[in-house]
């Protein structure tokens, strides 16, 4: 167990590792959410322990120091960000704190200005004399970094204002709308570059660069929120009236509550109605509205006393299902997805969602048009939980029995929920996926050949079976225009290409076999038969008759009859047998045998495990004997060269006998095991 005072100085450690992740880098690793947990157990933690604060007391900082290159300005005033609050009792207790500071009587309500938080990046914009002099982000809270260049190029910030007494500041949110967001990472996608998760990351990414001539570029806006200056106004309501008509933006989302139950009413309200709006928020503001209470509140260490924030909860939100479309897979498999009005779940924007199959979107009762309930888990793919429109009348989802694509027929297959093409080579959603698998990462591996430069290669008719790849370059300029003078190719890219594509020739045959795209044989599977049938021939010779190649097959551990009916159809139809034969002209396939170094002690040997064993797991048997060169197979015939016998063994061991095959007990295994 770690003491109270390690696990304070881990946590603050934690802590302002992930704040200059986010504030330093716009590359955070975690969740809001899950960064709020971590905040909240500190500052219990040192609410209790308060001798133990240490040097790097997160609660003293707010962001990060200024990055190198940007030049630093000192704040008029701090700019501190808000306490969160998640509940009603959280809201409440911050309304009663209130009261307690101030001695007020807490039947006598206090008055508040309800505002959307705005996820974006917060700014500080200085006027002088009506002119703008300077801008800068948040920074560390007292110093930020001067972006002042590229602030001048966002159209919602006016470079002048109809004030010109003295020096004000201005501050407010720079943020990307979701529209702007998703075409930014859309242009990104197809340009190979690395996505923003989210339009605060992207609004940030933007804002903070050297070169302002790549934030003109961006369409960032500003929803301005507060001012710093010697004005005498009243209350908060007047300074947002005020900045309107100097010129800024204010969100007109904004509401006066007689108290902070008028409050909640207004968050409630604005959950609802959060996936309609064109910018991410994640939560809403409540600011006290008398500007004199706001003084004597004044502030604690990291926040003001008189505002807060009410963060919605991460990881799930409520949106429209605006359309169900339906994708074509690689195998033919039509996968519906759900297209959503854009919300943020979890610090990432999420417009698409996964809907499985048709029985899923029927036993959730999901029809178009609905509010739904969208749930983000880590990296997973997010997943429509529920509907939350109550249907008096409910029409199944159907799959069509055409192919969006190729208008072929589609069908079930009977005791499988998906729907299938039947198109095959004849549906261009088929062939590009397989294209797509062929090159991919666990594959061939060819840089250079991403999502968009297949799709054009295909649609160009240069590529339309894997084949055509390695005949590119020798073909360049034969029918079609040379490739370096196509829209987007360069003489740069197009050589690098063919270096990678000539580089891709020589292939593993674990990789081989796995780009081949065979119905249901993953990486794993294609492992574990590269590791059984170390070289192609060998692999092919073992397919040559149906009958015998699926009684092999089903044999190996790891591989059920489905699969292996799968691999051995996929060899024993004409169409595939044609294209695989083609490309094999191309590349030299490196056998299993020739990566793995020196000779094994049982090469080739098949070993059987059965009934429990007591000193090893499972698991570690079967790796321990692979190690050693042994085929781990599942059933026991007569080419079978040892099984070994734990506790309760089933017929395997019978048949074993039967057969006269070497019976090893644990410790005879363990025995043979450690010899070598
Ligand atoms: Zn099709």
Redesign the pocket.
């Known amino acids: 167990m770690i003491d109270i005072q390690t696990k304070i100085q881990q946590l603050a450690d934690t802590i302002r590792y992930h704040d200059s992740l986010y504030y330093e880098s716009d590359a955070p690793e975690i969740s809001d959410a899950g960064y709020d947990v971590l905040r909240q157990e500190y500052r219990d933690l040192i609410k209790q322990y308060p001798q133990f604060i240490p040097d790097n007391d997160p609660e003293r900082h707010v962001g990060s120091v200024a990055a190198a290159g940007f030049k630093k300005i000192t704040h008029l005033k701090p700019m501190l960000s808000l306490d969160n609050a998640f509940d009603t009792d959280d809201i409440l207790s911050f309304d009663e704190r209130i009261h307690r500071f101030l001695n007020l009587d807490f039947s006598a309500p206090v008055e508040y200005v309800s505002e959307l938080k705005i996820d974006g990046l917060s700014c500080a914009v200085r006027y002088r004399k009506g002119k703008l002099v300077l801008a800068a982000t948040r920074g560390n809270g007292v110093e930020g970094e001067d972006v002042t260049d590229n602030v001048k190029t966002i159209s919602d910030i006016p470079h002048h204002i109809p004030f010109s007494d003295e020096e004000v500041e201005i501050r407010g949110e720079i943020y990307l709308s979701k529209a702007d967001f998703l075409q930014l990472n859309e242009d990104r996608r197809l340009a190979g570059e690395a996505l923003f998760a989210n339009p605060r990351n992207a609004a940030a990414g933007s804002l903070r660069q050297l070169d302002s001539s790549i934030t003109a570029k961006r369409p960032l806006r500003f929803f301005a929120y507060d001012l710093v200056s010697s004005i005498s106004l009243k209350t908060h309501k007047e300074t947002l009236t005020l900045l309107e008509t100097w010129g800024f933006s204010v969100n007109p989302d904004r509401k006066v509550c007689p108290d902070i139950r008028a409050g909640e009413s207004f968050y409630n309200d604005i959950a609802l109605r959060r996936a309609h709006l064109d910018y991410d928020i994640d939560g809403v503001v409540y600011k006290v509205n008398d500007l004199e209470l706001q003084r004597r509140l004044g502030y604690v260490s990291r926040s003001p006393r008189f505002a807060t924030a009410h963060k919605f909860k991460a990881e799930q939100a409520v949106t429209r299902l605006n359309d169900i479309v339906v994708q074509?897979g690689r195998t033919?498999i039509l996968t519906p997805v759900a297209e959503l009005e854009p919300i943020n779940v979890g610090g990432v924007l999420v417009s698409r969602a996964t809907l499985h199959n048709e029985d899923e979107i029927n036993r959730k009762r999901l029809q178009i048009g609905d509010q739904v309930m969208i749930q983000r888990a880590g990296d997973v793919i997010p997943q429509v939980v529920e509907s939350l429109t109550q249907h008096e009348h409910f029409t199944p989802y159907q799959l069509p029995s055409q192919?969006p694509?190729?208008q072929?027929e589609t069908h079930r297959v009977e005791g499988e929920a998906a729907r299938r093409?039947v198109?095959g080579f004849q549906?261009d959603?088929?062939v590009v996926g397989r294209l797509k698998h062929f090159v991919s990462k666990q594959a061939f591996d060819i840089e250079g050949l991403g999502d968009k430069n297949i799709e054009f290669l295909y649609a160009t008719q240069r590529v339309l079976v894997p084949s055509d790849i390695f005949t590119l370059q020798h073909r360049n300029g034969d029918a079609f225009p040379p490739l370096e003078k196509e829209d987007g190719w360069g003489a740069l890219s197009v050589k690098n290409l063919f270096a990678a594509i000539n580089g891709a020739r020589t292939i593993d045959l674990h990789r081989f076999i796995y780009a081949l795209g065979i119905p249901q044989v993953g990486e794993v599977t294609a492992k574990i038969l590269a590791r059984h049938y170390p070289t192609w021939d060998g692999f092919m010779e073992m397919l040559k008759t149906q009958e015998e190649a699926l009684k092999e097959l089903e044999s190996l551990d790891g591989i059920g009859p489905v699969m292996a009916q799968d691999i051995v159809m996929f060899f024993h139809t004409s169409t595939q047998i044609e294209w695989v034969q083609n490309l094999l002209q191309h590349l030299t396939i490196v056998s299993s045998r020739q990566i793995q170094t020196g000779n094994l002690p049982y090469d080739g040997k098949t070993i059987v495990f059965t009934g429990t064993l007591l000193n090893q797991g499972r698991q570690e048997a079967k790796a321990l004997a692979e190690r050693l060169g042994f085929k781990v197979v599942s059933s026991v015939s007569s080419k079978t060269d040892y099984v070994v016998v734990g506790e309760d063994p089933g017929s395997k061991a019978t048949k074993a006998k039967e057969l006269g095959v070497t019976i090893l007990s644990e410790d005879e295994w363990a025995a043979l095991a450690n010899k070598k």
Do not use: H, I, L, T
């Open positions: 074509v033919g192919c694509v190729c072929s093409c198109g549906c959603a088929q």
